[in-house]
């Protein structure tokens, strides 16, 4: 069983920055492959990035590429999604997940935050 808690978002301007973390409970937070997804009003949720357990193998959605970074800190047991050059389009709700192998579809991840909110003002 793993617990989530994001934290770190709130209201920036276009072009600014947010870190978000993820804080996992439980000792096999190290196992897990790990994900931000985000949901805006309307849409659908989508992944933004993803890590898997060691840190070596990441992902990035196409929109974010060259301006999120997504790391983890095992040892800490949370994982970081550094955002620059926020843009207004990334506005909403982030959400960080588990998952017990490497996957991009949120059907395949077990464990979910409760999300933060991101606010891009233009």
């Known amino acids: 069983q793993v617990q989530l808690v994001e934290s770190g978002g709130g209201l920036v301007q276009a072009g600014g920055s947010l870190r978000l973390s993820c804080a996992a409970s439980g000792r096999t937070f190290s196992l897990y492959a790990m994900a931000w997804f985000r949901q805006a009003p309307g849409k659908e949720r989508e992944i933004v990035a993803a890590v898997n357990w060691g840190g070596g193998r990441t992902y990035y959605a196409d929109s974010v590429k060259g301006r999120f970074t997504i790391s983890r800190d095992n040892a800490k047991n949370t994982m970081y999604l550094q955002m620059n050059s926020l843009k207004p389009e990334d506005m909403a709700v982030y959400y960080c997940?588990?998952?017990?192998?490497?996957?991009?579809?949120?059907?395949?991840?077990?464990?979910w935050g409760q999300g933060t909110q991101v606010t891009v003002s233009s």
């Open positions: 997940a588990a998952s017990r192998h490497w996957a991009l579809d949120s059907y395949d991840y077990d464990y």
